[in-house]
């Protein structure tokens, strides 16, 4: 790294340091700093937790969302990642993801020193993704001055077998006039690499949604009777999900229009469906996708949605066709009479 004499238009190269000569700990100081300015690692997060101490009385450095509403397990090493931090951090991620959200709120009230109503507030604005996908994926970023080659090796495996792992150097350097300097880097994946990641990602899940049959946009084309006979056996199965595709269908039935998602989830709230706003999100996600199973294909010969491309993304935008309306209306009737 060089300083830059614009005046004099001259360069000084920076001398570079170690944090352990420079008498810098790891807790006290690098933590600190990132806690502080999360941003040094290479994009905004909201840090949630510092120190979190799991069942098996291990701590995790920083926890931490995304932009995307990803938990983000941050492990902190100070001048060498050594051999195993990477298998250390994936355990810490492992746990984490079993954290619901209402866990998720109570975590980051007790570290921000609020109640879990401002805490789901505060997660719930900074996130740019929809609320309800919330820890539905978690990353890891390790940080360290340098990192051992064991640890590249085996980050750069995950990464080809889809698990969101990165290598942040954060490296020091010393100035006699100013005094001292971090170059934060992303080392792996790197930065160019990481959109071609995301592209393979997305087309090794077209593949697995392909292979798995499960999803599909095709639309049948029943007779009204065949349709009536499909549409009761669909809304009579015995299942938790029942209730709410039944509330989903008095949610159109109740204008001739389009509803879309944000809206659906209030008034499925509104009608008890879900603890929280979130939550109802969920289990709009779960209607949601019983409407695109391969099996269901009069389902969509009923309803109208966006969906958001052909991989089974957040659907929004529905809309009961109004030819299926008064069929539907007496399905849903002659269903609820039965429960």
Not at 98 to 105: G, L, Q, R
Not at 126 to 150: C, G, M, T, W, Y
Request: proline share 3%.
């Amino acid at each position: 790294m060089y300083k830059v004499d614009v005046e004099n238009k001259t360069l000084k190269k920076l001398s570079e340091a170690k944090y352990s000569e420079l008498g810098l700990r790891e807790r006290f100081d690098i933590q600190e700093w990132i806690e502080k300015v999360p941003s040094v690692l290479g994009e905004e997060l909201l840090v949630i937790a510092k120190e979190y101490e799991l069942p098996s009385r291990c701590r995790l450095d920083l926890l931490a969302i995304d932009k995307s509403a990803n938990l983000v397990v941050v492990e902190l090493k100070r001048d060498d990642s050594g051999s195993s931090v990477d298998w250390q951090a994936i355990k810490y991620a492992s746990y984490c993801s079993a954290f619901t959200d209402e866990e998720i709120y109570r975590i980051f009230a007790s570290y921000s020193g609020s109640d879990e109503d401002t805490a789901q507030e505060k997660i719930e604005k900074f996130i740019d993704d929809e609320p309800e996908r919330l820890n539905q994926k978690q990353r890891v970023i390790l940080a360290s001055r340098e990192f051992h080659s064991d640890v590249v090796s085996a980050v750069l495996w995950l990464l080809e077998y889809g698990i969101d792992i990165q290598c942040v150097k954060l490296e020091p350097f010393v100035d006699s006039e100013c005094g001292l300097f971090i170059n934060p880097t992303i080392m792996v994946p790197a930065p160019e690499a990481r959109d071609y990641i995301k592209r393979k990602e997305t087309k090794n899940k077209e593949k697995s949604l392909s292979r798995s049959g499960s999803f599909s946009l095709e639309k049948s084309d029943l007779t009204e009777s065949e349709l009536r006979k499909a549409l009761v056996e669909s809304l009579s199965r015995k299942s938790d999900l029942t209730p709410r595709v039944l509330a989903f269908f008095e949610i159109l039935l109740s204008e001739d229009r389009e509803f879309d998602r944000e809206e659906i989830k209030q008034k499925l709230f509104n009608k008890g469906i879900g603890e929280n706003i979130g939550h109802a999100g969920r289990l709009l996600s779960n209607v949601s996708q019983f409407l695109t199973k391969k099996s269901n294909p009069h389902l969509r010969q009923v309803v109208q949605f966006e969906s958001g491309g052909e991989n089974g993304e957040t659907k929004n935008n529905y809309r009961l066709l109004s030819q299926y309306r008064n069929l539907v209306y007496e399905v849903v009737g002659i269903v609820g009479q039965e429960t």
